[in-house]
């Protein structure tokens, strides 16, 4: 008898759900509308916290305003993973402009073109529509190209380390 978890009653959910690390989770949010809600829940948010980085650190990193636990575990994550100072960083094949864990701005994408076969040729995209524009100005273009210079910079850290 197979079960569908999207009839199963949303407390049952949330304690499977508590099972799974912050990758899982994050990709729990993608199935499906309830899943998103569910995988949203800020009491999972917050062990998840609590347990990766301590109780102390949970007190002092309480949301405030209008954040979710779930958007001050990602901003600690990303403080932990590229620092806290200004940064350029790259997910997937976005770019964000980062200070202290918070982005601050999104860069634009770093499409490749259909026939363009090395890095030095592609075009980025301004904005999230996927327009396929060039970067709109020269500052652009060096953005991204710092952005590629950390991304570079860091993998050969990680390789030199392993």
């Known amino acids: 008898m197979a079960v569908d978890m ?3 009653p949303a407390e049952l959910c949330l304690k499977i759900f508590c099972w ?3 990758q899982n989770l994050a990709a729990a949010h993608q199935v499906s509308k309830r899943w998103k809600l569910l995988a949203s829940d800020d009491v999972l948010w917050f062990e998840l916290f609590k347990e990766r980085w301590g109780e102390d650190r949970a007190a002092f990193y309480a949301p405030a305003d209008s954040k979710s636990w779930k958007d001050v575990y990602e901003v600690q994550d990303r403080c932990d993973r590229v620092g806290l100072g200004l ?11 980062v200070h202290q864990g918070e982005i601050q ?3 634009g994408s770093r499409k490749f073109r259909k026939g363009e076969n090395n890095g030095l040729s592609s075009k980025g995209t301004l904005g999230e529509d996927g327009s396929g524009k060039e970067p709109s ?7 991204f190209f710092i952005g590629d210079l950390e ?3 860091t993998e ?3 390789r ?3």
């Open 6 to 8: 999207e009839t199963l």
């Open 20 to 22: 799974l690390d912050h």
């Open 87 to 97: 940064k350029i960083i790259r997910e997937g094949e976005d770019y964000y402009l």
């Open 105 to 107: 701005r999104y860069l």
């Open 137 to 143: 100005s020269i500052l652009d273009q060096i953005l």
């Open 151 to 153: 991304v570079a910079a």
């Open 156 to 158: 050969a850290k990680q």
């Open 160 to 162: 030199r380390i392993l």
